[in-house]
């Protein structure tokens, strides 16, 4: 028995089979991400076409430096020397740059791979270059390092949350501004970056992190108090 047919021949229209549920899903799944592509890559453009002279040098800059974490480890150093908390808390925010960049580079850019923006179709000007990554555009490590050490350090430190994550959302726009990341790439590397901090402050929190001072420092003998005692007068002996 033959499938029903229209004039023409095909099997399409009202008389052709229903598709799978499984093929219209991925069919529905493959145009959401299709307009989530084009929205992506038109906010990537509409970056590359605004002029901002005043800031590119800075932005460009600010890119440069966080390059390999430099800007995280430069404020672990100083927290380190801050006493007791903040040592701690720039202890938990290097575990969670470790686990964040290991999670971005030995996982996300594999399995994604998705190719790095076109700066010169895009227009970007040469103000803002700063070196082309040759790895994979997605997700954007930098930006995953830098919210994970702000997330992280902000629980420890309150008073640290609101300028490291100024920092971190500032780390994430200069590589959409210097044309290295589309912005999906920056937005699921800030959410790659939340996680690696969930999971260190959890880590830290099932392992306590020592101060590092007990570790070079012999412990101290417990003071105890001395109870007063009155002094006995002195015997006098007549000779």
Known sequence: MTE?????????GPLA????PGRSRGRALDAVLGD???????????????STPTLDRALRRLSHAADHSKISLSIAAALATAGARPRRAALVGLGAVAMTSAASNLL???LV????PDREAARVT???????????SFPS?????????ATAVGVVLPGAAVPLGVLAGAVGYSRVHTGVHYPGDVAAGAVLGIAGAAAALAAAAASPVPDLRSVYSPPRAPYRARMWRPRQPKAFTAW
């Open 4 to 12: 029903p047919t229209n004039a023409d021949g095909d099997t399409s």
């Open 17 to 20: 089979p229903a598709p799978a």
């Open 36 to 50: 989530l592509r084009a929205v992506d890559g038109a906010l990537y453009a509409a970056v590359a076409a605004t």
């Open 108 to 110: 996300g850019k594999r």
């Open 113 to 116: 791979r998705r190719a790095r």
């Open 126 to 136: 040469v103000d803002r270059y700063v070196p082309m990554p040759a790895s994979a």
């Open 141 to 149: 490590g930098h930006t995953a390092s830098a919210v994970a050490f």
